[in-house]
């Protein structure tokens, strides 16, 4: 059984930076594509961020490109989204996904594990 648990959120103001991690347990990160969502107040789950089961691709959504950064450490089964010049827009509670099938290079929403969240508050 996947388990994905998130951690690093918090509340952060405008322009500062925050880091997440996501540790897995009960299956390897290796071989599979691991991705970052949010869900802001009142709107849908939306992709952030997306590593490749290599390490090698990696894809962002257009409104945190050139500020955030997914990388992986498969060795310690984790993940991290590195969250620079964070604005209040980025607010939301933001959860890790692991695609269900192997040798992937983006997380989709209709195929992925999903960690609890953590929860991300930009003060402007």
Not at 16 to 39: D, H, I, N, V
Not at 43 to 66: C, L, M, N, P, Q
Request: net charge positive.
């Amino acid at each position: 059984q996947v388990q994905l648990v998130e951690s690093g959120g918090g509340l952060v103001q405008a322009g500062g930076s925050l880091t997440l991690s996501c540790a897995a347990s009960g299956r390897t990160t290796s071989g599979y594509a691991m991705g970052w969502f949010r869900q802001g107040p009142g709107k849908e789950r939306e992709f952030v961020a997306a590593i490749g089961w290599s390490g090698v691709s990696t894809h962002y959504a257009d409104s945190v490109k050139g500020r955030f950064a997914i990388s992986r450490d498969n060795a310690k089964n984790t993940v991290y989204l590195k969250m620079n010049s964070l604005k209040p827009e980025d607010t939301a509670v933001y959860y890790c996904a692991q695609d269900r099938q192997p040798f992937g290079t983006i997380v989709t929403l209709a195929s992925a594990y999903w960690g609890p969240g953590t929860r991300v508050t930009v003060s402007s």
